[in-house]
């Protein structure tokens, strides 16, 4: 929790409202999940996939 302090206190969300901070932490974190998420189902079914490159 103190990292995150820490953080916030060092951008620019410092002195913004508790709604307007949560709300931003809430968007990074789900981002970067979805990002996590996407690479480990890129490193599971990578393998089988066909990806063409192009038009």
């Known amino acids: 929790m103190d990292v995150i302090n820490t953080i916030v206190q060092n951008s620019s969300l410092n002195g913004m409202p508790k709604w307007y ?12 999940t979805l990002l996590a998420i996407m690479l480990v189902l890129l490193f599971i079914y990578g393998p089988q996939m066909n990806i063409k490159f192009g038009y």
């Open 21 to 32: 901070k949560a709300t931003a932490i809430f968007l990074f974190s789900t981002i970067v």
